[in-house]
C-alpha cells in the first residue's frame, strides 16, 4: 500500500512539473509602439522565421490571402484618423491581410480582428482600406518577419512589412497640423468654464485659498449662459464657507431652481437642506 502511494504521489509531481514546462515559442509574439508626428500607433503581432525556406512564392504562395506574420491575426491599431494612397482610414484596431505577388502586393485593413490565421470567408464589407504596394529586394536576408513603422516624419510614417528579402512598405499621413493647431487654438482661446470649474472645485475640496474658489467659479459661471445648478450650488457652498451666508442662500436658491427645472432631484433636496441649515441664526 506504501509503495503504491509512493508511486501515485510521485505520478502526481512529475504532471504537476510537465505541466509548468515552458518552452520557447516557434513565432514569438511582439509589440511595436510608435508615435508618428502626434498619432499613437501600435502594432501586435507575431514573428515566424525562415529557418532556410524560401518563403514568398513557395512557403507563402504568391497570389492568396496570407495573414501576414503567424498565428493569430497582425494587429495595428490608430489614436486618429490617417491618410493611406489618398484614403482615410478612421481611427481603431485593424487586421492586416496581404496578398503578395511577384510585381506588386494587396494589403488590407481588416475590421474583424478576432481571427486565427486568415477568415473562413473574407467579407468585403469588413475591409476598411485596401491598397498596393510595389515589393522593394534588401540587401540582405532578414531571418524573422518584421512589421514596423519607419522613416518617420512629422506628417508621416512607413508601415513596413519585410521578410527574407522583400520589403513592402505603405505610406500612412498623420494629421499632425490638424492636432497641433486645435492645441494651440485652444490654448490661445485661454481656459473654458469646465476648466475654472475645475480649479474652483479643487481649491474648495482641498481647503485652499476659498477666495481664488470663489474667483473661478464666478468666472466659470460667467462663461455659461445656462447658469449650471452644480455650478450654483458649488459657489454657495464657497459663499458658506467664507461665512457669508446671506450669499451662499441666494446662490443656493438659484441652483434649487435650476435644478428643480432639470428634475434632478439630489441637487433638490440638497439645497433644500443648505438653505433650511444657513438660514438658522
Known amino acids: ?104 502586393w ?17 467579407d468585403e464589407s469588413k475591409v476598411a482600406l485596401k491598397t498596393t504596394a510595389k515589393p522593394q529586394m534588401l540587401n540582405n536576408r532578414l531571418e524573422t518577419f518584421t512589421i514596423a513603422m519607419n522613416n518617420l516624419d512629422n506628417n508621416f510614417g512607413h508601415l513596413e512589412i519585410s521578410w527574407e528579402k522583400t520589403l513592402v512598405a505603405v505610406k500612412v499621413e498623420v494629421p499632425t497640423d490638424k492636432i497641433a493647431m486645435a492645441s494651440i487654438a485652444k490654448a490661445l482661446d485661454g481656459p473654458n468654464a469646465a476648466d475654472y470649474y475645475a480649479a474652483g472645485t479643487y481649491y474648495f475640496q482641498s481647503n485652499g485659498d476659498m477666495k481664488k474658489a470663489l474667483e473661478y467659479v464666478d468666472k466659470a459661471l460667467t462663461m455659461n449662459d445656462a447658469k449650471p445648478f452644480w455650478q450654483l450650488r458649488q459657489k454657495s457652498l464657497i459663499q458658506a464657507k467664507l461665512g457669508d451666508k446671506k450669499g451662499a442662500i441666494e446662490t443656493a436658491k438659484l441652483s434649487l431652481a435650476a435644478a428643480e427645472t432639470a428634475k434632478n432631484n439630489d441637487y433638490v433636496k440638497m439645497n433644500k437642506d443648505s438653505i433650511a441649515e444657513w438660514s438658522k441664526k
Open 106 to 122: 494587396d494589403i488590407m485593413f481588416y475590421t474583424d480582428t478576432d481571427n486565427w490565421g486568415t477568415p473562413e470567408n473574407m
Open 1 to 104: 500500500m506504501k509503495k503504491l502511494l509512493t508511486t501515485l504521489l510521485m505520478a502526481v509531481v512529475c504532471s504537476t512539473g510537465f505541466s509548468q514546462v515552458k518552452t520557447p515559442q516557434p513565432s514569438p509574439k511582439a509589440m511595436v509602439s510608435q508615435m508618428v508626428g502626434m498619432t499613437d500607433v501600435s502594432i501586435d503581432y507575431s514573428r515566424p522565421s525562415a529557418k532556410g525556406r524560401t518563403i514568398f512564392g513557395d512557403l507563402v504562395p504568391f497570389g492568396k490571402l496570407w495573414r501576414t506574420g503567424a498565428n493569430a491575426n497582425s494587429i495595428v491599431t490608430f489614436s486618429d484618423d490617417v491618410m493611406i494612397d489618398g484614403k482615410m482610414l478612421p481611427k481603431g484596431k485593424y487586421a492586416i491581410f496581404t496578398v503578395p505577388k511577384a510585381d506588386n
